[in-house]
C-alpha cells in the first residue's frame, strides 16, 4: 500500500531540521533518507556491517526484505553520521546498548510536525526525486539503490550485478541534492 511520503521538494528543508537536532533518532532517520533503506535496516545497523575503509555497509540477507544481501555506498555525510553516532554500542544507533525502538522515528517526526509522512515514505520521496530530476540515473540502478526484487523471473536469473558504482554515484547525486538545497533554503 502506498506510504504518505513527503514531496521530494521538501526533504532538503527537513533534513536540515534534523540536522539542527542533537538525537540519535534524528541522526538515524538523515541517514535513512540518505541511503534510502528501510526502518529495520537503519535501526539495526551494527558496526560490524560497517566498512569506513571501503566506505560500504553491507547488510547481510537475513535482514533485508528479499532475503538477499544488500551492499549500500556511503556518502560523505552518511560516514559523517557515523563518527557522530559512536556510542560503544555493537549497535550504530543505540540507546543504552540497545537499538532504537521501532517508534523512534514515527515519534521524531510527530515532535517536529510532519507526522502526515511516515519513515518508510522517504523511500518514496528519493524514487519520486530520481524519476522525476533529471539524473541520468537508469530505471534498474534506482530500483536498485531501493533494494526492490525484480518481478521477472528470467531477468532476475540474468541480473547478478549490483551496479555499486552506479548506486554510489546515484546516492551522491541524492546527497548533493539534499544539501544543495538546504544551502539555498537557509
Known amino acids: 500500500r502506498h506510504q504518505p511520503a513527503m514531496p521530494y521538494s521538501e526533504v532538503p528543508g527537513f533534513v536540515r531540521r534534523l540536522q539542527a537536532r542533537d538525537s540519535v533518532s534524528a541522526k538515524a532517520l ?31 540477507a537475513h535482514r533485508m526484505k528479499a532475503c538477499r544481501e544488500h551492499r549500500v555506498p556511503l556518502t560523505e555525510r552518511m560516514v559523517e553520521i557515523l563518527h557522530e553516532a559512536d556510542s560503544g554500542s555493537d549497535f550504530v544507533f543505540a540507546i543504552n546498548n540497545k537499538p532504537l525502538s521501532s517508534n523512534a522515528f514515527r515519534a521524531l517526526m ?11 515514505g522517504f523511500r518514496s520521496s528519493f524514487r519520486d526525486w530520481a524519476a522525476e530530476v533529471s539524473t541520468g540515473h537508469s530505471w534498474d540502478t534506482i530500483e536498485l539503490a531501493l533494494a526492490h526484487s525484480v518481478a521477472n523471473k528470467t531477468e532476475a536469473a540474468y541480473r547478478r550485478g549490483d551496479q555499486l558504482s552506479k548506486r554510489q554515484c546515484l546516492l551522491a547525486n541524492w546527497y548533493q541534492f539534499l544539501e544543495l538545497e538546504c544551502y539555498e533554503m537557509g
Open 30 to 60: 538523515e541517514f535513512l533518507i540518505l541511503s534510502a533503506c528501510r526502518q529495520s535496516e537503519v535501526r539495526l545497523v551494527t558496526w560490524s556491517e560497517i566498512d569506513l575503509e571501503a566506505r560500504l555497509w553491507t547488510i547481510p
Open 110 to 120: 510527530k515532535s517536529m510536525k510532519v507526522d502526515q509522512y511516515v519513515p518508510h
